[in-house]
């Protein structure tokens, strides 16, 4: 259905009623063009972590549902009605698919929303980047051209692109729409089949999708979405032989196994963006200390600090430190969780459970290992899984909370003397996602950027950029790229024709 734009909390509310009514949710698997029951019958729920309400109850895809949808992409691959459709025809398609879900985009964000407890206003954004990035990969399917080599008379070398064949993404929950379309956008507009397997703590913007691409007319087996366990259908997709290509954003120890499942079955490609633990370095000689806090305290307070580019580790030169540490405190008494359908809260609920435990767990060691909290540390009272921005300062590197990825608000502080040990501190990690540098001096900031060991370089800004530039980490962050041309181009094969001429 097509929702009239939301304004207020109560308008939100409103919605949120009428779209969780009994049938109004797609909850079925998305094969073959049509919405089906897990072939074991099993489903699971779905719950609002702000409320604890359950919103539906999910098909349960697991090994015999991967090898139909499989068996579905690679029929329509070799049909070819989608991988040999003239690149302005498939342009044509996800140029309507991104109109749908502009016309949608309020309820698609909505739904994230419910999901897994960001608030609105960040879902809104979300959508919009991925409507942007639907937009720029069919924009760019007719302007990417092969190459001709150079050769002598007698002969003609072409350089070609094809698609891949079938391409598995698997996406996380803390961005549901915005990281399924930085994957299956490229993928789809390479000419690709794409089976998407979505988080099952956020299945249901997944779903609505499938609708709106059946929609606007992506021919049956080239987009499919199924629903379940990364143990379940997410390894069958990894170790199935007629994959060619897994997508991958979540976790490194995930994506470690991914890759192994990758070595054990046929070689598929495999790209991950995996965790992080981003240093955010500043400077003494930076201008207006109170924007920077502000700045450096949403970097990690952002969507509930659930973020794998979160500036989770803020270096800090020392002679400031202490008066910056009090201006990001400040901020973040602006940045409190609040009604996730409240366009006015900065922060929502964190995802589930265990993500919850997890957080509080991480937030008890640090105490116990000697950093010193400065704000928050404690899960609010009442319904729902709300932790408020939690400051720890005197880190050290050798402290659990200053190494280990929390994907959660908990900010850990540290000090420095001197841009070697700013740089050395920095890169004293396992992850290479993100960095954040701020200073005027710019022989510094060209000085540190080239030595950060790190995919992205923010500086004076935290996670700048746009749909034209790539994104992706090093180390055990990943490798590939989401975003730009460069993502395009990895969800292709390259062919070479030498062509013998008569002389």
């Known amino acids: 259905m097509s929702i009239e734009a939301p304004k207020t909390r109560d308008d939100w509310h409103a919605l949120a009623h009428s779209l969780t ?155 549901p729409l915005m990281m399924t379309a930085w994957k299956i956008a490229p993928a789809l507009a390479a000419g690709n089949s794409v089976i998407l397997k979505p988080s099952e703590k956020s299945p249901l913007s997944a779903l609505r999708l499938a609708q709106l691409a059946r929609e606007a007319g992506i021919p ?55 965790g992080g633990k981003s240093p955010n370095l500043v400077f003494a000689d930076c201008k207006d200390l109170d924007g920077v806090a502000r700045h450096a305290a949403a970097a990690i307070f952002h969507n509930q600090g659930e973020v794998c580019i979160a500036g989770s580790r803020l270096l800090v030169e020392n002679s400031i430190r202490e008066a910056f540490v009090e201006r990001v405190l400040k901020a973040a008494e602006t940045m409190q969780p609040g009604d996730p359908l409240d366009p006015a809260s900065f922060m929502g609920a964190i995802v589930d459970e265990a993500q919850h435990r997890r957080i509080l767990d991480y937030i008890r060691q640090g105490v116990e290992e000697g950093a010193r909290l400065c704000a928050g540390g404690q899960a609010l009272e009442g319904l729902g899984l709300f932790i408020p921005p939690t400051v720890f300062d005197g880190v050290t590197p050798a402290m659990t909370i200053g190494r280990e990825e929390i994907f959660g608000p908990v900010l850990s502080v540290f000090g420095f003397d001197s841009e070697e040990e700013a740089v050395a501190m920095a890169n004293d990690s396992v992850y290479g996602l993100a960095a954040g ?30 749909q034209t530039v790539p994104f992706g980490g090093v180390k055990q962050s990943g490798n590939g790229r989401d975003k730009s041309h460069h993502s395009l181009e990895e969800y292709s094969e390259l062919k070479s024709v030498w062509i013998a001429l008569s002389t």
């Not at 150079?150 to 698997?170: D, K, M, Y």
């Open 21 to 175: 009514q009994p049938l109004t949710l797609e909850s079925r698997a998305f094969i073959d063009d049509a919405f089906v029951d897990a072939a074991s019958g099993e489903t699971f729920e779905t719950l609002n972590p702000a409320t604890g309400e359950t919103l539906a109850r999910i098909a349960s895809c697991d090994a015999a549902d991967a090898e139909l949808a499989v068996g579905h992409a690679r029929a329509a691959f070799a049909r070819g009605d989608w991988s040999r459709l003239a690149p302005g025809k498939r342009k044509k398609v996800m140029l309507r698919l991104a109109e749908l879900m502009e016309t949608h985009r309020h309820e698609l964000a909505l739904l994230d929303t419910l999901d897994m407890g960001k608030p609105v206003s960040s879902s809104l954004g979300d959508t919009a980047g991925a409507i942007a990035c639907l937009r720029y990969n069919a924009e760019s399917i007719d302007k990417l051209y092969g190459e001709v080599a150079p050769t002598g008379e007698e002969s003609l070398a072409l350089v070609l692109r094809e698609p891949l064949g079938v391409v598995a993404s698997i996406v996380p929950w803390n961005f």
């Open 220 to 274: 049956r087996g080239v987009f499919q979405v199924l629903p379940g366990f990364g143990h379940t259908v997410g390894k069958a997709l990894a170790l199935s032989m007629e994959v060619d290509c897994l997508a991958f954003t979540g976790s490194t120890g995930t994506g470690k196994q991914l890759m192994q499942y990758a070595g054990q079955s046929n070689l598929k490609r495999v790209y991950l963006e995996c």
């Open 437 to 466: 540098l701020w200073s005027q001096d710019i022989d510094r900031i060209l000085r540190v950027t080239r030595r950060l060991q790190s995919g992205q370089v923010f500086v004076n800004n935290w996670a700048g950029g746009d």
